[in-house]
């Protein structure tokens, strides 16, 4: 958004020769700077403020431009948001290298080699996959509106991709680490061979987030996922039909999490034409409905099928569990929040602000998850005399 003071009018008589007074004011210009925050997913211009000559029917240097109704002006104080990101980023990291000792103290449970590790590396393979999918998701969500500004916001996947093959290659030299192989050795083995898979897939959708047709991504994102879902299931009983749940509760978490990031950057972006913002967040709201209940319907089907009841609260897995729901729980209440300011108000602003607490709680939930793919499999206690 771009606010400037009125410019001189050209109108104005010139002052008589000779009356001490210059023919011509003196002129002031500055140019204002653009802040941007990735985690909240929200980007910004900034502001310049010019004048000329002393026009007195514009306002005085000290006078605050007035932003459009709507969303918040660019004026926010982008260092409480810094602080606020790097805390949140702080704490996510905290949570996923000590999370899966924590979830398994007191359980009796083997302790797995390098599980902090590993769950933060599979946490920034999970949010690239959500990031890669909401940005190929939400432009069709955007390309329907009339009437919407001809901006779009910068597109993170490439970046993204290149993020989440880092972290499948960093699990590769982790799995070689600990099970003291060669890496060429490490790739004949199962979960190393769907390593090298996942890594390449993301490698290529890199190249395809580059290239003039991003939506080719759509093919080796595909292939990451069912590499993922038949890597997190290595279990002896039913190993397909967990991995046919996790490919369908994968994809609809990422399109859930990615789709709202996109939605609410480009919410941002359209600050100044809050109609066109609040369409595009009701578009988003009744797509999100029906990825939840693919969401609860598939995990709780995983969780039927993988957690004995007797172990719930015994296990690491339970205990993470637990934790996980009662944390989609709260982006539950957020969302139907959300949505029913949506409904009843036309200024979208205090809709955007609980879609972005909405937001920060499905960062939680993405670290929690990857925290559930680490832990051991919670049928080694329940089987246990």
């Not at 090298?196 to 993301?202: D, P, T, V």
């Not at 919410?267 to 578009?283: D, F, Q, T």
Request: proline share 8%; glycine share 10%.
């Amino acid at each position: 958004m771009i606010l400037s003071g009125p410019p001189a009018d050209p109108a104005a008589p010139t002052p008589p020769t000779g009356s001490g007074t210059p023919s011509s004011g003196s002129g002031m210009s500055a140019t204002g700077s653009g802040t941007s925050a990735s985690g909240s997913g929200m980007s910004s211009s900034g502001s310049g403020t010019s004048s000329t000559g002393p026009d007195r029917s514009s306002p005085g240097p000290g006078a605050a431009a007035t932003p459009p109704p709507g969303l918040p002006s660019a004026g926010a104080p982008a260092d409480a948001a810094a602080i606020a990101l790097a805390a949140a980023g702080l704490l996510a990291l905290l949570i996923a290298v000590a999370g899966p000792g924590l979830a398994a103290r007191g359980t009796g449970e083997l302790r797995i080699p390098g599980a902090g590790l590993t769950t933060l590396l599979r946490t920034v393979l999970f949010s690239a996959l959500a990031v890669h999918l909401g940005e190929l998701l939400a432009p069709q969500l955007i390309r329907p509106l009339r009437s919407r500004p001809r901006t779009a916001v910068r597109s993170w996947s490439l970046y993204a991709a290149l993020a989440g093959a880092a972290a499948a290659a960093g699990q590769i030299v982790q799995l070689a680490a600990v099970s003291g192989l060669g890496i060429t050795e490490t790739y004949a083995t199962r979960d190393g061979g769907l390593l090298l898979l996942i890594a390449n897939g993301l490698v290529l959708a890199a190249l395809c987030a580059a290239s003039e047709r991003p939506a080719l991504a759509l093919a080796p994102l595909a292939v990451v996922i069912g590499a993922e879902a038949i890597r997190a299931h290595p279990e002896a009983y039913s190993p397909e039909i967990g991995a046919a749940l996790t490919v369908v509760h994968l994809t609809a978490a990422s399109l859930w999490a990615g789709g709202l990031l996109y939605v609410l950057r480009t919410m941002w972006l359209w600050r100044g034409s809050p109609v066109a913002a609040r369409a595009l967040l009701g578009r988003y709201a009744r797509l999100a409905i029906w990825l939840y209940v693919a969401l609860a319907a598939t995990g709780t089907a995983s969780t039927l099928r993988r957690l004995p009841l007797d172990v719930v609260f015994t296990s690491a897995y339970g205990r993470t569990l637990l934790v996980k729901l009662a944390l989609m729980a709260v982006v539950s209440a957020l969302a139907v929040a959300a949505r029913r300011r949506m409904l009843r108000d036309t200024d979208p602003a205090v809709a955007h602000r609980l879609a972005r607490r909405e937001q920060a709680v499905l960062g939680a939930v993405v670290v929690v998850s990857a925290i559930l793919t680490v832990v051991p499999d919670p049928h080694g206690i329940s089987l246990r005399p």
